[in-house]
């Protein structure tokens, strides 16, 4: 490197710089039309940024609520020939923040231990003992077979099973539901919530609410007391049909708090919405029902139950929301972030000047004052990167100049030491003998280079070639050609050598293929380059000599002669 680019290297990097400052360039168009659509775009942007920071709370940090949920469920009903309290027709948690009311029921009285006919299917209807399995116990069966073939009543015989006798009788719902009248029933929903990152508790229920108000989504929105019936009737679904299969109905609890004490507000939103499949067919068990027992134990000490198959309504308190206090940080963030939509103007404008599609903009005088302010044309590089490397001597050069002549006499730049390969300058180059005898010729050929017709070359051994870029040989001075040396044989053209190489990126590669001979070929660009530049980032702009370049082609040729460049 010149020592006066290297001073200036060295000056760059000075305690001075860091007093200095740098901005870029501003160039002021004076124009009522760009300044007019500038301030309109700002003003268009000032107006979305607020409106956004103050809808939707940008300048408060968020937290979500944790939740826990409470609920009573209050009514009587005369059904069935008997009274139904709350005891009767509801029944604990089926999951969390949920309740069940019994609107529909199929009881079996009276059951015990023992043997007695299956309920009668296309499974279990029998006329001999053969069609039954003994100890075969299907999934929807009541119990395991026995074996034999008894009287399910006067006209069907079903297999016998061990079971509860006698087996569950009816298969359908009741319709009308059971406990059609539950759509009265009450609940109170009792929620707490809390948000953890400002320490703030809320309930659903203040102090001295009126405990006897219903919830009204006009008239009463904060009741925290529901009718069943007016919860389905705000999800348009019908109480008595739901209630003969079941279902599952979900209450929503949306809490959306502003904590700010000169805003507060954090008061609950009540929303409903049926969650099961009410189009679901038989087969896929629609509603929603289960079976529980009550167990009694007889004089004679027998156990005795009643089975009861439950029919009702699944409600599922759903509770979500979130709540949110000022936070300058949170300011600071956002306008941050927004700071970039300014940058709509320049970009904007900047399209309206500049481009050539636009129509109102073609030929205008303030395009080219304005491109001739901010812009800078200049011609970019015209020469080519190229590294060469000679034998007799110790460096890499860098030519990154126009060719005027051949590569072999252009100047060029040391850029770094040879590491890869030893200086053959001043050294008698052996001749391989060679194992291989379609080595030899190649190896002892002594055809030298026409002086008239390559008059770049210095080892006697390169070729013409048109391209300047070329023109190169493997020695700065006269001396014996690297092409020569045993230990090029060895590294560059040594067709084992080259085939370990291949065979070790690509294990599979056949080695007696039609185009093995390119790949030898460039393996032996590649052996070179390593030799003689080592690995790195000049690979790609690294020069081969043309002695060296015709001698790899000599050996592995190409099979239409034709070659394109490595």
């Not at 020695?475 to 070790?504: D, H, M, N, W």
Request: glycine residues 6%; hydrophobic residues 35%; charged residues 20%.
């Amino acid at each position: 490197m010149p020592e006066t680019e290297a001073a200036g290297m060295a000056g760059g990097c000075g305690l001075s710089d860091i007093c200095e400052y740098e901005t870029n360039k501003v160039v002021r168009i004076r124009s009522v039309k760009y300044g007019t659509l500038k301030c309109a775009i700002h003003l268009v942007v000032v107006l979305y940024v607020g409106f956004v920071l103050v809808t939707d709370k940008r300048y408060q940090k968020q937290d979500s609520v944790i939740s826990s949920v409470h609920t009573k469920v209050k009514g009587v009903v005369e059904a069935d020939n008997r009274i139904w309290d709350t005891a009767e027709y509801t029944l604990p948690m089926q999951g969390v923040n949920s309740f069940f009311v019994i609107t529909n029921i199929i009881r079996t009285e009276k059951q015990v231990q023992g043997f007695c006919a299956e309920y009668p299917s296309p499974r279990t209807i029998c006329s001999t003992d053969k069609v039954c399995k003994k100890g075969h116990a299907a999934p929807q069966s009541n119990g395991i077979q026995t074996g034999r073939c008894v009287n399910y009543n006067s006209t069907l015989r079903t297999c016998e099973v061990a079971a509860w006798c006698p087996v569950e009788s009816e298969r359908n719902a009741p319709e009308p539901a059971v406990l059609n009248s539950a759509e009265n029933f009450t609940v109170l929903i009792k929620n707490n919530i809390h948000f953890p990152a400002f320490d703030h508790t809320v309930k659903n229920i203040v102090p001295g609410f009126n405990v006897s108000c219903t919830f009204n989504r006009f008239t009463d929105p904060q009741c925290p007391i529901f009718r069943l019936g007016d919860i389905f009737q705000a999800t348009r679904e019908n109480f008595s049909e739901v209630a003969i299969q079941g279902g599952i109905m979900g209450i929503e609890i949306n809490w959306n708090c502003n904590l700010d004490k000169w805003a507060y507000h954090c008061t609950p939103r009540y929303g409903f919405r049926r969650l099961d499949d009410k189009k679901a067919t038989e087969a896929l068990y629609p509603g929603y029902n289960f079976r529980f027992a009550k167990y009694f134990k007889l004089p004679d000490g027998r156990e005795e139950r009643m089975l009861i198959k439950a029919y009702g309504i699944r409600f599922d308190v759903l509770v979500f929301g979130k709540g949110g206090k000022f936070n300058i940080f949170e300011v600071m963030v956002y306008i941050g972030s927004v700071l970039s939509y300014f940058g709509l103007a320049v970009l904007v404008i900047d399209f309206l000047i500049t481009s050539y599609v636009y129509p109102c903009c073609k030929g205008s005088v303030v395009k080219k004052y304005y491109l001739g302010k901010k812009s800078e044309s200049v011609i970019g590089p015209r020469s080519a990167v190229m590294y060469v490397s000679f034998v007799d001597s110790e460096h890499i050069l860098l030519v990154d100049c126009v060719l005027r002549s051949s590569l072999q006499k252009a100047k060029g730049q040391i850029v770094e030491m040879q590491q890869s390969g030893r200086s053959l300058r001043d050294v008698q180059l052996p001749v391989l003998v060679s194992q291989n005898p379609e080595e030899l010729p190649l190896l002892n050929r002594s055809g030298k280079s026409d002086p008239e017709s390559v008059p770049w070359c210095v080892c006697g051994r390169c070729y013409s070639m048109a391209k300047l870029k070329e023109q190169l040989c493997c020695r700065q001075s006269k001396g014996p050609c690297v092409t020569a040396a045993s230990l090029f044989a060895r590294l560059v053209l040594s067709r084992p050598t080259l085939e370990f190489i291949l065979l070790y990126k690509e294990p599979l590669l056949d080695l007696h293929s039609a185009d093995i001979n390119d790949k030898l070929r460039h393996g032996a660009y590649a052996q070179y380059i390593h030799w003689r530049f080592g690995s790195g980032e000049i690979e790609s702009y690294v020069v081969i000599p043309s002695c060296c370049k015709q001698t790899i082609r000599e050996m592995y040729p190409s099979k239409d002669g034709k070659y394109s460049g490595f």
